[in-house]
């Protein structure tokens, strides 16, 4: 029977009843009757989710920076960075204010910290694989003058909260940030970002023009996550619950989809694993529990992974 894209969708529009989904990323938008709407399923993450190898080391799965964090919301640099180390990056940084540091090394002592000063030397940011940028960053001026920073880097990005609040009165720097960037907003940050929006259709509309006009992968983030690819294809997360509807959510995401880009996929599929994974770690935290903070969504991300690795033989 056909799904039709009005079922991800919270309110109702003429357009998406029509729409059909297709099920599973395995047919190409080029090909005949094929849907640019595409629900994500287990057999698609068994095909992209690659084994830790034996012998492997800390080297062999990247490095991650986390630009996260200021003076009341250090908490968000906390998230964002453990869930960067849950995913399994090989080594996370954070660079967070330095009156945060003592609160980094109690909470995480397995990340390591990078003096803000040090951002504008671009050539020590080369040698990190994955970049996130946003999660309780403010947008005070340093905070602008980092994501001018990163635009001259030339190296793909992972903007959220803050970082996308800054983009949206810099379109400069917006059309600038490098190819296969991932854009992570939530309804009303994608809305600041882009322009209000009558309803979900419209906003996934614009979402399919901007991310091929951006050459980048746009996250939408909602109960039903959209994850928009360069070609101006949706991809539809189907997994999490309201459980998960809490301050800090988005943080981990962001910190997770960094730790995958670092352990070397591809933008899509960062955003694809990222998504999933959260949303499935979410729904088995949910099972006899009424409500889950963001860090125990984090602590259970290896586990789900395992999990899931070991029911499917990936
Ligand atoms: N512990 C911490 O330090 C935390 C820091 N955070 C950071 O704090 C900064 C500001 O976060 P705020 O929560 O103030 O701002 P947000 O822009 O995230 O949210 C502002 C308001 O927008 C509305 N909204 C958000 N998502 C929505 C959705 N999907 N649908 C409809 N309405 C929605 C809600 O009414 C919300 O109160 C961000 O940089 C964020 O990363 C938050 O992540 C919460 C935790
Ligand atoms: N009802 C829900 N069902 C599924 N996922 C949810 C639900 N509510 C929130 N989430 C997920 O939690 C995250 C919230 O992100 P965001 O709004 O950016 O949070 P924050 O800014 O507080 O970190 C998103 O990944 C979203 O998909």
Known sequence: MAVFLSTFLPDSDASSKLQVVDEGLGKLSSEEESSPYKLI????????LKPRRPFSHKGNYGHALIIAGDM???GAALLCASGCLHAGAGLTTATVPES?????????????????????????????????VGPGLGKQLEAVCILEELMVLKQAVI??????NILSKREDLLFHLAKDSIFTPHLKEFDILFGKHKNWWERLQTGRTMAKKLGSVIV??????????????????????????????????????????????????????????????????????????????????PVTVKTFQDKSGS
Request: proline residues 2%.
């Open 41 to 48: 399923g287990d057999r698609d993450i068994k095909a992209i």
């Open 72 to 74: 009341k919301t250090m």
């Open 100 to 132: 945060g540091l003592t609160a980094l090394n109690s909470a995480l002592p397995e990340v390591m910290y990078l003096d803000r000063k040090h951002l504008v030397k671009i050539k020590s940011l080369k040698k990190y694989d994955a970049i996130a």
């Open 159 to 164: 903007a959220d909260a803050d970082a996308l």
């Open 220 to 301: 939408l983030k909602n109960q039903y996550t959209f994850i928009i690819d360069q070609q101006g294809d949706v991809l539809i997360n189907s997994t999490g619950n309201p459980a998960m509807a809490q301050g800090g959510m988005g943080d981990v995401l962001t910190g997770m989809i960094a730790a995958y880009v670092a352990q070397g996929y591809s933008a899509k599929a960062a955003a694809i694993l990222g998504c999933y994974f959260h949303g499935k770690a979410g729904d088995e935290l949910a099972t006899g529990r009424y409500n889950i903070t963001a860090s125990e969504l984090a602590a259970q991300v």
